[in-house]
């Protein structure tokens, strides 16, 4: 490339970056400036033709198209550039042994159903019963007590309960740690399950040779007084798809092993599964204070 070229582009920078000089919110005209530049050295490092360009505006185009207020395809392609977890990692800066967080997804639902220590979550969904207990403490080991865990999960056919068009309410719900910081419900088992994937984002991930598989999860908000909200999932040990998750959400401090358990063994609350194998997970939880 002439350096007459290599100027025109360089001042081309300059121009739009000095464009936002006289933007009056500093952290607007932060992240303005850093964008501009960005975005510029993209175009000049893969010599953007016109026709991607064009290309590149329907399919945001596209994006917005089938974006409505159920269906969030913005954040989909966030997520799958990894740009979600990206956020959640430069926001839950890591605190001695607090638990990592993850990704939020779109599947989270305000109201969920209260239920008692050692209570069902299922709510009639399809699948293994899971039996997931463990404690939530702060970082310097104390019991958080009364701790609101916020938990919801796909079910066996790989749909959270707000798919369906029936407007059921399962697999989700919401209790408070005891006394002693524990807490003890049943769920179902995770299994994998696919991203919404027939649109766009669907099509870019099929364009790459990408799965929009996502590895099996359960999900989890802890909100506790003067401590960190931890959003976060745990994921089963031996998952195929632990190494490719569409998303990014995996991290090894948070894959865990789920035992099976034969129908024979006896269910730690004395529940009757009626014959049916079931599946075991524990799970501490650690909160890192809310201003280190
Ligand atoms: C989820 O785990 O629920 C999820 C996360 C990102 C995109 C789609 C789903
Ligand atoms: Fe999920």
Redesign the pocket.
Known sequence: MSDEQQEREAQLVERVVASFDGTPDPRLKELMRALTRHLHAFVREVRLTEAEWQQAIAFLTATGHITDDRRQEF??LS?VFGA?MQTVTVNNEAYANATEAT?????FVEDSPAIPLGGDIAGGAPGEPCWVEGTVTDTEGRPVPDARIEVWE?DDEGL?DVQYPDGRVAARGHLFSDAEGRYRFWAIAPTPYP??HDGPVGRLLAATGRSPL?AS?L?FMVEATGLRTLVT?IFVRGDEVLAHD??F?VRDSLVKDFTPQSPETPTPDGRDLAGRPWTRVHFDIVLAPDRP
């Open positions: 954040i989909l997520d979600s990704v939020f997804g779109p599947f796909a959270y991203i919404p996502r999860h999900h999932h569409s998303v959400g």
